[in-house]
């Protein structure tokens, strides 16, 4: 016998059928994911896994909302991991689920378990003899540990249409923000201006609220709560304005960002590959600036809480957190009380695209509903709060040093980051990371940002490590143990200012070399499926083809997601004038199998857009005070009639194992449009955003 | 507290709140409404339109004293499951979005267009739809659909 695959790893830790499907008699199947509905469409895509190994019709799926205790524990939905972890769970359960169907049936039909034949959970066996799932429903017992091993699986290769989509375009309820029990209190907080500020003593909170609300005052903590939303609303407006506020740590000064990186405490960790070879014929030196960014959800984050109104306590909470379980760890820290105690829901919110303040916001209800047990408060933050308060994606140096040998070849690679780490979610430490956690009497600080380890992707560290055939490679990357700014994860972590800093570096390295990019890049990998994105990017582009236009530019670049998960190639069409405008990008990516085409082609195409968003706009401001950028006007994100068109192609690969989509385009975008820029205007950007700020200042050192 | 006599979604309503209570407050709270979402109360952002007689306006930056005896429209009054507006079956076509919550301001603003130009260029249509903000990047895929539903209106 050959070897047997090891469970895939989410069946592992939720080893039991059951855990994951429920087949009832009257013909509905549940299926259980671990990982959550973030407006990627994962629910539908995990939904058509599972049909298709269970040979049913779609139709006759229920996906369960994931909440604690009743739900696989899978951890955070993050780093594109939900197809590789959830789906292959559910496909292994499901397969394994049909079999033992398929074999109860044999049995009772006394036929042949290969000779039945299977129709949306029917098994047909000879003279037409029908034995279905749902019959078979209390005779096959699912209440028992998957095992591993390998089973076919039909492919349908068709698109269901999304789950949810219906309920979002007709305005029905469907957010976690829609959900009004009865008796509903509407809370609000009003947030510290800066890490340690605590309100100044001698205010009348009661009086400044106004009547009719409850204030619920904790250390640095501030919350309202009252019956009438509005009201409760326009009180928490007047606290922002009103309380005055002591201490706090200064937060470093915005101009010196770059500076202010390179000279605090720092944790580094070296990671070096390969031998120097020869010394370098030629170095290029370039240092890169990628900005504090925020997540930017459109929804205010909301959570609801409710604690039992007597006798032992229990606390309720519905949350669109990407990790209830995680959540769940954090509040039984705060709270002191047995994970048991706690019921974590998940309901759909916007999309959140990393560690955003959802976490903190459920635990903001949580502190408020203790305050009035057998209540269900309804927390909403601000849209201020949401763009100011948040964690953020740290910001990142970059230093980059090339060494070219005498023929043209990359001989040495050093790259050196400085930044905060990527992930400060929660139920990863004793510790909790969420906000009100460090402000309530007596809370104890933040854990300070950590990188998640290589194995996993990393942090700031993600795609440091070039892709391309070098000799010699080296990665320092210096976490920063002071975080006077909160920071965690956002969608694709490290990943892109790293690519920005490695793919801006090999067009420098071409140009030195006297060779074109996309050759260039060809000569220094060796690995077939990435020759195959950028050849075909390079082909659908017209790359090399096009007469140089004045003030128009193209730019190349390319990415394996955390060196590990999904191929991307983009070219970059721009538009320089004093503003840059990104007019086209051509992406190819090779996500291995392809479960949902429309769901992938979505996720790349929202990708990339973002990431043009990111190029070209966005920077929280801040100043020693306190965030600056608290609204859309002084955060701005890319409009419609400034949205590149995009096309996405997707390279066949239905024998590969799938691989995550949502975060493959951002890094190789980010990148080409910088090289697209250089190629219009011979400037060579290393600070993000590409603002016409930054291409003035640009110029000015140029001369 | 005054009264106001509004029309929503085609049906008159009377709504008793003080003059400066934002419509979109009235929409969710008082008439349980969840069509027009909260983004962010100052206007900016667009998640919160309402169709407003036949202009496009953020119900979270508009008092209801401002709409008395106007005609408003939410998503939930363009069209239903049974009878879907043609932009609310191209959305579906198209599966034009990513987490959908600005798909109701966009939907009304594309709406508002419609009711102005039958048939909007591209550029007209991207023009329309600055005053929305999306954060997932689905705008190509909602321009497309805005289109779709143009052509399909015009047949
Ligand atoms: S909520 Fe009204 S414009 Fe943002
Ligand atoms: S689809 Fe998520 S904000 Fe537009």
Known sequence: ?703 | MPTYELEINGTPRAVTAEADTPLLSVLRTELGLSGPRFGCGAGECGACRVLVDDQSMPACDTPVWAVAGKAVTTVEGLGSESDPHPLQSAFLKEQAMQCGYCVSGILISAAALLRRVARPTEDEVRAALDRNLCRCGAHNRMVRAILAASAEMAR
């Not at chain 1, 269901?160 to 309920?167: E, H, N, S, V």
């Not at chain 1, 069409?573 to 990104?582: G, I, L, N, P």
């Not at chain 1, 392809?594 to 966005?618: F, H, Y």
């Open chain 1, 1 to 703: 016998m050959t070897d047997t695959p090891p469970l895939p790893k989410s069946l592992g830790a939720n080893p039991l059928l059951s855990q994951w499907v429920r087949i009832h008699a009257n013909g509905c199947v549940d299926i259980i994911p671990g990982k959550v509905e973030i407006g990627q469409g994962i629910a539908t895509a995990l939904l058509k896994m599972a049909a298709e190994a269970l040979e049913v019709d779609p139709a006759r799926i229920r996906m369960v909302r994931p909440a604690t205790g009743d739900s696989p524990d899978e951890g955070v939905t993050s780093g594109s991991q939900s197809i590789q972890d959830c789906g292959r769970a559910l496909r292994h359960v499901c397969a394994e689920v049909r079999d033992l169907f398929r074999a109860e049936a044999a049995m009772r039909l006394g036929a042949d378990m290969a000779e039945l034949g299977l129709d949306d959970g029917t098994l047909i066996g000879p003279g037409n003899a029908r034995l279905s799932y749902w019959e078979l429903a209390d005779a096959v017992s699912l209440a028992r540990p998957a095992t591993p091993g390998t089973r076919d699986v039909l492919r349908t290769g068709t698109d269901l249409p999304r789950i949810d989509i219906a309920d979002k375009v007709f305005g029905r309820p469907r957010f976690i923000h829609d959900m009004r029990p009865d008796d509903l209190l509407h809370g609000r907080v009003v947030p510290p201006p800066r890490i340690g500020s605590r309100p100044a003593p001698g205010q009348d909170l009661a009086a400044l609220a106004g009547a009719g609300i409850q204030v619920v005052a904790d250390g640095a903590f501030i919350g309202l709560l009252s019956p009438d939303e509005l009201a409760v609303e326009r009180a928490a407006t007047r606290l922002r304005e009103k309380v005055r506020w002591d201490g706090g740590a200064p937060l470093p000064d915005e101009a010196s960002l770059h500076d202010w990186l390179t000279t605090q405490q720092v944790d580094p960790v070296v990671d070096q590959r390969g031998e120097a070879a020869a010394p370098a014929a030629r170095t290029l030196v370039h240092s890169f600036l990628k900005p504090f960014i925020a997540h930017g959800s459109m929804a205010p984050s909301c959570a609801l809480a409710c604690w039992a109104p007597e006798g032992e306590p229990h606390l309720a909470v519905w949350t669109h957190s990407q990790g209830i379980y995680n959540l769940r760890a954090d509040l039984s820290v705060v709270f002191g009380l047995p994970p048991e105690r706690i019921r974590v829901e998940h309901v759909e919110g916007a999309g959140c695209y990393g560690h955003n303040p959802a976490d903190d916001v459920a635990l903001d209800a949580a502190l408020l509903a203790r305050a009035v047990p057998g209540r269900t408060v309804r927390m909403q933050m601000s849209r201020e709060d949401e763009l100011a308060g948040g964690p953020f994606a740290p910001a990142m140096r970059v230093d980059v040093e090339v060494d070219l040998d005498a023929q043209g070849a990359l001989s040495g690679w050093r790259h050196t980051i400085w930044s905060n780490g990527h992930s400060m979610r929660p139920g990863r430490s004793k510790a909790s990371t969420l906000r009100a956690a460090a402000q309530i009497e007596g809370g104890a600080p933040w854990p300070i940002a950590i990188n998640m380890p290589p194995a996993t992707g990393g942090g700031a560290d993600r795609n440091a490590m070039p892709f391309y055939d070098i000799p010699a490679r080296t990665v320092t990357n210096n976490r920063l143990t002071v975080m006077p700014i909160r920071t965690s994860a956002m969608r694709a972590l490290g990943a892109f200012a790293n690519v920005f800093a490695i793919e801006s570096m090999m067009d420098e390295a071409a140009v030195a070399a006297g060779e074109d990019p996309v050759a260039f890049r060809l000569r220094h990998l060796s690995d077939p499926r990435a020759w195959d994105v950028i050849r075909e990017a390079a082909r659908l582009s017209g790359w090399g083809e096009r007469a140089a236009v004045e003030g128009r530019g193209r730019g190349f670049a390319f990415a394996r997601y955390k060196n590990t998960g999904a191929y991307c190639a983009v070219v970059a069409d721009v538009t320089c004038t004093d503003e840059v405008r990104v007019n086209n990008l051509t992406i190819v990516v090779d996500v291995g199998e392809i479960i949902s085409r429309d769901g992938v082609i979505n996720q790349v195409e929202g990708g990339a857009i973002q990431a043009t968003s990111w190029a070209l706009k966005e920077a929280v401001h801040f100043a020693p005070e306190g965030i600056l950028s608290r609204g859309w006007e002084s955060y701005p994100i890319l409009r419609f009639s400034e949205v590149p068109a995009v096309t996405v192609h997707l390279v066949e690969r239905p024998e590969a194992p799938p691989m995550g989509a949502g975060e493959a385009s951002q890094g190789p975008t980010g990148a080409a449009i910088a090289n697209a820029v250089h190629d219009a205007l011979g400037l060579r950007i290393t600070r993000l955003p590409l603002t016409r700020e930054t291409l003035i200042e640009a110029m000015e050192l140029g001369q």
